[in-house]
């Protein structure tokens, strides 16, 4: 069996942390041979998407004190470039490429549509993370999400704080924490707003500032519409922003009507890997262009979570929780 990585440049990501090494790693313990490539090394010639890609090898690694994992110097060797033809080459092909949602990643889509078109499964769906926007996806069920405010303009974002007195501001195709804002009810207020939103030339998505998140942000990794793993994470210290897992999660009644809610429309879109954000039983996001906190997990709780994610989309197995939940 064979796994094309299409992510961004192999030499940039953190193998201490990062979500796509974890499945990597997970596919070589499985004797899955791995290749990667970045989007700029695809091509379509005769209708067919061409990979030029490069075969990977993990050293060892070890899981460390927290959320991180101990590697060596080299942590990977990439072996020779090869053209390939991908649907014949590969049985499943992962979209790893971090947000934004830009035109590069759209181009890339576009180029996997034919691949899955012609018989091989690429995971999340291209189609489906074109139709559903990581930061408005929740907007589809209000019912289940604290109040929340898209615009564009910072006079409605300042109203909206008022109402409220304090909202998280981030902009729609944000990720990873950046130019996230807390705006209070105070003076600074309108100013912020206009900065958050570039003077009105940028939407944004205001919500509630829910305190609770002092309790913890949940973070529920699902595969297939299915919660398999869930952990927490917390404010940063001096911070609202949410901070690297810290401690397993409960899945309670409240996540499951959220799961149950939103499963349904994920498995439309074919978007098998997902990650919710979720707190005081609302929901805050849904993570499906590039999921991630799985290797994080992996490392804190000793869950086998991106080995499950792997054989289970290589149809290896059936019931991924139970396996997940025993390695820990």
């Not at 942000?217 to 922003?241: I, Q, T, Y």
């Not at 690297?244 to 009644?253: L, T």
Request: contains cysteine; charged residues 20%; aromatic residues 4%.
């Amino acid at each position: 069996m064979s796994i094309l990585v299409v992510a961004d440049p192999w030499a940039g990501l953190d193998p201490s942390i990062d979500a796509t090494v974890g499945l990597v790693a997970a596919a070589q313990d499985l004797g899955v041979a791995v290749r990667v490539c970045t989007p700029e090394d695809l091509s379509v010639v005769a209708g067919r998407v061409r990979a030029t890609a490069r075969p990977v090898t993990l050293g060892p690694r070890a899981r460390g004190a927290d959320h991180r994992w101990l590697v060596g110097t080299p942590w990977s060797r990439l072996g020779t470039p090869q053209v390939v033809d991908v649907a014949d080459a590969v049985q499943l092909v992962l979209l790893r490429i971090d947000p934004p949602v830009d035109d590069r990643y759209l181009r890339t889509t576009h180029l996997l549509d034919l691949v899955e078109s012609a018989g091989t499964r690429v995971v999340n769906r291209p189609a489906g993370v074109r139709a559903l926007q990581e930061k408005l996806l929740a907007l589809h069920f209000p019912e289940l999400c604290p109040a929340t405010l898209v615009t564009a303009d910072p006079a409605e974002v300042r109203r909206f704080v008022a109402a409220h007195g304090a909202a998280v501001v981030k902009p729609v195709d944000g990720f990873g924490g950046l130019d996230v804002w807390l705006l209070r009810d105070d003076g600074a207020a309108l100013a912020l707003a206009q900065s958050a939103t570039g003077g009105g030339r940028r939407h944004v998505v205001a919500q509630e500032y829910l305190a609770a998140v002092q309790e913890g942000n949940k973070r529920l990794f699902l595969l297939d519409g299915e919660v398999v793993c869930a952990v927490l994470r917390h404010p940063s210290p001096g911070d609202f922003r949410i901070d690297a897992p810290s401690a397993p999660a409960v899945v309670d009644d409240a996540d499951r009507r959220i799961v149950a809610a939103i499963a349904p429309l994920l498995a439309r879109h074919g978007v098998a890997m997902a990650g919710l954000d979720v707190i005081d039983g609302r929901l805050i996001e849904v993570n499906v262009t590039c999921p991630g906190g799985t290797a994080k997990a992996d490392a804190l709780l000793g869950t086998d979570l991106s080995g499950a994610y792997v054989r289970r989309l290589l149809h290896l197995e059936s019931s991924t929780r139970q396996k997940v939940m025993a390695a820990s």
